[in-house]
């Protein structure tokens, strides 16, 4: 260790960071130098802790990225981040599943599954109930068996339906809404088993079934004696999606951008993660998840609003002022797809995405327009469809359908994003002068798969 002998004035001089612009050094004893003042004990200790870490996610990654997920568990930011990290090294995040998952999250067959205390409205009692009853009977073999076997004191229906909304049955029956039907003459069900098992009585289906129930031994498949409702379809994909979120965090089965990614990419070649790289007063646009909406007003009384906005990297904050609000707010409904676009602003070292416009990704169209790679070098066809694409322009407030051109040359295939300058009004007017033009043209849906 470095001891300072003495500290004197010497007037008022710059101060710089360690190792930014030059040395911050210190003098000691003896004429001698204490350079940066960084000592080798503490240098050593970080590069042996990353020297480890660095060594579990090269030949450990689901280990790794399981602990990483379960320190963090409390910062919904970072677990967003870690699970995109997942994704980027191809390691897949399973929903809980009642028969594998445990306290945290766990790794397993090569996925990373959500543990049992990331689900809402599932306590400690009846975590512990589910891992002890799993342990000394094995697998659960369905909802009947799961309700027999647990003690429904500890894990009551609000907590069944919420594991059931999660995804914690999918393996056991993948249709929830059935499960959620059945539940609710499983539960009734299995609670008066509980009660006969109480009293020492034996239940007039065990008898029937060859088997008595006792307070340590429950009958032999009596689960299978469990009543069940009318056959129902199962939630709609958004729905169940929309619950996953609502219990876990985060969409984990899918997501509802997953389907209109590489269709998206097209119009927002940047995403969420990549928005503290943008330049100021860069009009961008982005597909994304509307998480919530704050309304406020300001002191001079107009309407405006605060957003949580997340796409398949990142969650952010947009801010909608006054003079697009109006404009705007009839399209933002919490848990809809929206394209967006605006400008990066930062302040207090926090980066915003500001609105200036917004639309349902289920409104969205796009003109493609084909050509080979002559016709695409030929100044001549670049002119004609230059011109055309301006006229139908119209008003650039009003031009939201994006152009995209398809450059086909052999099995080779180019998609050349126009700029906004190019968009244009009305996408079935577009389409059929530049087809009046003898351009090969068409109209393409956002999400179209």
Known sequence: ????????????????????????????????????????????????????????????????????????????????????????????????????????FTPAEGKILFGFSAVRNVGQNAIAGILEARAEGGEFKSLGDFCDRIDLRAVNRRTLESLIQCGAFDKIESNRQQLIRDLELVYDWAQSRAKDRASGQGNLFDLMGGGFATNNQP??????????????????????????????????????????????????????????????????????????????????????????????????????????????????????????????????????????????VEKVQMVMVELNPQEAGTIEVQHRLRSILKEQSGDKDKAKVPVIGIIQAGNNRQLVRFGKQFWVQDSATTQQVLQNARFNAHVKQLTDN
């Not at 003495?6 to 204490?34: C, M, P, Q, S, W």
Request: charged share 25%; proline share 4%; with cysteine.
């Open 219 to 360: 009958a032999k498949n009596a689960f299978e004696s469990a009543p069940k409702a009318e056959p129902t379809h199962d939630f709609p994909q958004q729905e169940k999606l929309r619950l996953e979120k609502e219990l876990l965090g985060f969409y984990v089965s899918a997501h509802p951008l997953k389907d209109i990614k590489q269709s998206s990419s097209l119009l927002a070649p940047i995403n969420l993660a990549q928005l503290g790289e943008q330049k100021e007063n860069i009009m961008l646009c982005a597909v994304v998840i509307l998480n919530n909406v704050k309304k406020v007003v300001t002191k001079k009384g107009d309407p405006m609003a605060i957003l949580q906005i997340e796409d398949l990297t990142a969650s952010s904050e947009a801010i909608v002022f006054p003079k697009n609000y109006e404009r705007v707010s009839s399209v933002l409904k919490v848990e809809d797809r929206l394209i967006i676009w605006g400008k990066v602003d930062r302040r207090d070292e926090q980066t915003q995405f500001i609105v200036e416009d917004a639309e349902p």
């Open 1 to 104: 260790m470095v001891k300072i002998i003495t500290r004197n004035y010497v007037g008022k001089e710059n101060v710089y960071d360690i190792g930014v612009e030059r040395d911050h050094n210190f003098a000691i004893k003896n004429g001698l130098i204490a350079s940066n003042c960084f000592n080798k004990s503490h240098s050593t200790a970080y590069a042996y802790v990353t020297y480890q870490t660095s060594y579990l996610k090269a030949n450990y990654p689901l280990e790794y990225m399981a602990a990483l997920l379960t320190a963090n568990s409390g910062d919904t930011d970072k677990v967003q981040k870690y699970l995109n990290n997942c994704m980027s090294m191809g390691i897949q995040i399973d929903p809980p599943d009642i028969n594998r998952s445990g306290l945290d």
